[in-house]
């Protein structure tokens, strides 16, 4: 049986990548990544959704942050995008490529919340794991790198007008419990602060 793995950009930028490659290499893991461009896949999806929208328009890129709002501040006169992260956009693509092959095919996340919402999907041949119970159950012991920045940092919707990048859980109280609201808004919500950079599935191996 074949071993693939995808690396969110997280787990890239973390390592020396000849040394990240040659451990998983060791493993019978093929590293595989993505033909299409799903990050502006995404961007656009959201514009074209904030376009036809009259309320705000909650980003639902990081489970841990919709679910909060919705558990917190759950009101009329908003609306929760139902668009899929990039991650599960890459782990589609990928699953749909090797579907047919005695195959496993491992998504690595930057979080719990991220690997459950790719669980609960039920990808054929593909298991979801997070960066740290992927290293602890295959022993991989690397020394990582500061990673001070997110991949993939606040300001991610640069193509759309009115929008509002709230990047920890503190600017996300802070927002809905006082701002004044306009009309027509995006609400960019990352929980962690500053990005998945500080998700709870590098925390561990990046100490």
């Not at 579907?99 to 459950?116: F, H, M, Q, R, S």
């Not at 929008?163 to 609201?181: E, N, R």
Request: with cysteine; net charge negative; glycine share 4%.
């Amino acid at each position: 049986m074949k071993k693939y793995i995808w690396l969110n950009p997280v787990v890239l930028k973390m390592y020396e990548q000849e040394e990240l490659y040659s451990t998983l290499e060791c493993l019978d893991f093929q590293v595989v990544t993505c033909e299409e461009n799903h990050l502006m896949t995404v961007k656009n999806k959201y514009k074209e959704r904030y376009e036809g929208c009259n309320q705000l328009l909650c980003d639902n890129r990081c489970p841990k942050a919709i679910s909060y709002v919705k558990t917190h501040y759950d009101q009329i006169g908003q609306e929760y995008a139902t668009i899929q992260p990039i991650l599960i956009h890459c782990a589609e693509e990928l699953a749909n490529r090797y579907k047919d092959d005695d195959a496993e095919l491992y998504i690595i996340t930057p979080c719990t919340d991220l690997k459950d919402l790719g669980t609960s999907l039920a990808l054929k041949n593909t298991i979801f794991q997070t960066w740290t119970e992927f290293c602890r159950d295959h022993q991989i012991k690397l020394n990582s790198k500061p990673t001070e920045n997110s991949p993939i940092p606040p300001g991610f919707f640069d193509n759309i007008p009115n929008v509002v990048s709230l990047a920890s859980k503190d600017d996300i109280d802070c927002f809905f419990q006082s701002t004044p609201k306009q009309e027509k808004q995006l609400i960019e919500m990352l929980y962690c602060q500053g990005g998945c950079h500080n998700g709870d599935g590098v925390r561990i191996t990046n100490e």
